[in-house]
């Protein structure tokens, strides 16, 4: 099952979070802010569920991707 991540505003890393959760779930899911201490910078940070992102593969992120945000000007040539 995939792992929610999130990207480090500080250090532009990622981490888990420790959760792990399939697609469905998270599309469906609330989350309310929730606090993370950040084993790449030791600083506190608040997330919510637009700050964090599924560990995908890599073909099905792009997928993902494509379908979630539509046309942009990265998909511009398609
Ligand atoms: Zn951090």
């Not at 899911?29 to 992102?53: L, M, N, P």
């Amino acid at each position: 099952m995939p792992e929610l991540l999130y990207r480090c505003p500080v250090t532009g890393q990622e981490l888990s979070l420790g959760i792990s959760v399939d697609a469905d779930t998270f599309e469906k899911a609330e989350f309310d802010y929730r606090t993370i201490v950040c084993s790449k910078c030791g600083q506190q940070h608040e997330w919510t569920k637009e700050d964090v992102y599924l560990q995908v593969p890599p073909e099905v992120d792009r997928r993902t991707r494509e379908k979630k945000q539509g046309p942009d000007e990265r998909f511009s040539g398609r």
